[in-house]
């Protein structure tokens, strides 16, 4: 038997007296495109910071290719790549620059280091680009090259947190090319978060509406509309599943003001 690329049974945390995030089950199959959704505070970003062992877990809670996240964390963190909500690329070094100190990071042989830089750079469309100082890219650009330091390891897992904020649309949908291209080609599996519905609806194969640290609707988008009611979008679903509440308080100041800067430093 297969075993899912993310496994979440009964996963909680809590800040304080805070629960951010409350008894949340969740399997997301190999090769899926699987979207995380809900309001800022519903414990999404939460979510993804345990499953890149970021946040601690207990075991048995989480796993990642059948690899437990609280006992083996190094080994779950070679099998993924992460791109932030906040900016990730060091606008005074190259493309290259950026991406080569990740392959440091995520320690990628030595001898290998090179090529997998220019393929990872190659994969996101930037190899033309790659000697350029990052402070000059557009805001697209920078999000592909995030990209591309989140690929240089191979991971088998990617996951992406608001991968498109702040981006136009024509920037929003050349970064959505790329990582489908990016799927198609490898099989990797991909874990988002966005609020954007028409992105979910459009590029996932399956969402999970978080609301209050807890999931409250779960499957393909076109199967939620469907049971919403005849001629619903995913915007209707969000809206039912959240009760039209955009905002909590759980996303707090620091998270609006994290957004914020992401946006404007994207352009």
């Not at 345990?50 to 601690?56: E, G, V």
């Not at 996951?159 to 136009?168: A, F, H, K």
Request: net charge neutral.
């Amino acid at each position: 038997m297969t075993e899912p690329a993310v496994r979440c049974t009964g996963v909680s945390h809590s800040f304080g007296t805070t629960r951010a995030v409350d008894g949340v089950d969740l399997e997301i199959a190999p090769g899926e495109v699987f979207g995380l959704l809900g309001p800022n505070g519903a414990g999404k970003t939460t979510t993804l910071r345990m499953i890149t062992t970021l946040l601690p877990t207990a075991p048995d809670h989480i796993t990642v290719f059948g690899v437990d996240v609280a006992r083996r964390r190094m080994a779950v963190r070679r099998l993924i790549g992460y791109v932030p909500q906040q900016l990730s690329a060091d606008g005074a070094l190259t493309g290259r620059e950026n991406v080569a100190l990740f392959a440091r990071l995520f320690d990628v042989p030595r001898a290998r280091r090179a090529g997998e830089v220019r393929r990872a750079l190659d994969l996101v469309g930037l190899a033309d680009d790659a000697d350029r100082v990052a402070k000059g890219y557009s805001g697209g650009m920078i999000r592909r090259l995030e990209l591309a330091q989140a690929l240089v390891s191979s991971p088998r897992l990617l996951i992406l947190d608001e991968p498109t904020i702040g981006l136009d649309p024509v920037a929003r949908s050349a970064v959505w090319e790329r990582i489908t291209q990016i799927r198609t080609d490898t099989g990797m599996t991909v874990l988002v978060t966005t609020h954007y519905m028409d992105e979910a609806e459009q590029y996932c194969d399956r969402v999970a509406l978080m609301h209050t640290g807890r999931v409250r609707a779960l499957g393909t988008p076109a199967d939620l509309e469907t049971d919403l009611g005849p001629g619903s979008t995913l915007d209707d679903v969000f809206r039912a599943v959240t009760g039209d509440r955009l905002e909590t308080d759980e996303g707090g100041i620091r998270s609006v003001r994290a957004a914020r800067r992401t946006a404007r430093r994207l352009g």
